[in-house]
């Protein structure tokens, strides 16, 4: 039996790892892919962010893949190889702080895994309009960069050309060897995504021989907090978009990334939200179904983000009568 191709899709909090994933869902390529989910903050939101097509998703959501949930990563990739019926590819999607070391370390480790699956191609979406400050602040961002095989540069429309060289030459800097394919919403071809068969183990064991070295990987998330808001309540959304367009103008530098999805009263569809730092975008999202319970979810994550208070602005945007 042929292995299973995998590819990794990382690529730091906000550049548009899910927008690829609805692309890659989307088309008509006639292929048939499994779709592994891994979020940071408790509260599952890319789940109802995917189109749905004939694709299963599976989230991950009890913690990062990088650090504590890859006994998770192993049984769920061995279900998924032990079913019936032909698989054309897994996706994994990483959460934006996980280091890809651990999740490509996972596919040499497990002795089926390793026979069963074939990794494809690391891909990383970098959004280059944050990607300097990203990298002064973490490491992760580095890494997955250094670890891909092809970089998609997202959100070319917001930087002028000196903004987007500036980008792509410290992507460089970083790893030479990596195609770069620049997008404005992640409007590659398919193929630039997957199928690529273009991972490299040697070129990686050269940037880090001790890769496949059991409990070698040690790094903490620690400094980066999520804060989730649920509600099975709709949201008031005239005093929602006031609230979070202060919020962010006052502490969008601290704030990585949020997301939500809102209940609106007597709206079909789902309001969807997501910002990084100050910029923030809305509009609708897929419909609710017919009995679906609704309810409004929101996630920050950030720095010195001030849960109570969070929890307590959310509250009052929320239609109570
Ligand atoms: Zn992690
Ligand atoms: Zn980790």
Known sequence: MLPIPVTVLTGY??????????????QEHGKRYAVIVNEFGEVGIDNELVAHSDEEIFE?????????????????????????GHLDGVIIETTGLADPAPVIQTFFLDQETKERTALDAVVAVVDARHFQGQLERSAEAREQVI????????????VDEA??????ARIRELNPSVEIIPATRCDVPLEKVMGRRSFDLL???DIE???????AHEHSHGHVQSVSLVSDKAVDFERFKKWIGEFLNAQGQNVYRCKGILHLPGERQRLVFQGVHMLMEMGFGMPWKEGEPRSSKAVFIGRGLDSLALQIAFRDCLVTS
Do not use: S, W, Y
Not at 60 to 79: A, E, F, P, Q, S
Not at 163 to 168: D, F, I, M, N, T
């Open 147 to 158: 670890f891909a095989d092809a970089v998609i540069l997202n959100k070319c429309d917001l």
């Open 163 to 168: 903004g987007l060289e500036e980008a792509r």
């Open 209 to 215: 021989p001790e890769l496949l070295d059991e409990g």
């Open 60 to 84: 991950m959501n009890n913690g990062c893949i990088c650090c504590t949930v890859r006994g998770d990563l192993i049984r769920m990739v061995g279900g998924l190889i032990r079913r019936k």
């Open 203 to 205: 070129r990686l064991l």
């Open 13 to 26: 909090l906000g550049a548009g790892k899910t927008t690829l994933l609805n692309r890659i869902l989307t």
